[in-house]
Nanobody, 115 residues
Framework: QVQLVESGGGLVQAGGSLRLSCAASRNIFSANTMGWYRQAPGKQREFVAAITRGGTTNYADSVKGRFTISRDDAKNTVLLQMNSLKPEDTAVYLC?????????WGQGTQVSVSS
């Protein structure tokens, strides 16, 4: 069974914070580096952050120093703490395997940052 369920998005003012959560089915979570991606209206999906099974992290330059990715192995969950949010962070955020996402995608969670 494949499951990716994102949550935690919302509307915040610039400079605010949000914490996103992705609940993944165990077969996905335990076998893969997990990543967060985002897609803004009219733009291609882009990589945001990733974390290996061993906890090594990698970030897109645009979010370095502001976002922190982590994983809770007991809950098969990937988290994304987003601080100092900017209007350009507005997008639907999705999680998936990294660097090669599965063909299956969850619904994502909308993050909207007002100026």
């Amino acid at each position: 069974q494949v499951q990716l369920v994102e949550s935690g998005g919302g509307l915040v003012q610039a400079g605010g914070s949000l914490r996103l959560s992705c609940a993944a089915s165990r077969n996905i979570f335990s076998a893969n580096t997990m990543g967060w991606y985002r897609q803004a209206p009219g733009k291609q999906r882009e990589f945001v952050a990733a974390i290996t099974r061993g906890g090594t992290t990698n970030y897109a330059d645009s979010v370095k120093g502001r976002f922190t990715i982590s994983r809770d192995d007991a809950k098969n969950t990937v988290l994304l703490q987003m601080n100092s949010l900017k209007p350009e962070d507005t997008a639907v955020y999705l999680c998936n395997a990294h660097p090669v996402p599965l063909n299956y995608w969850g619904q994502g969670t909308q993050v909207s940052v007002s100026s």
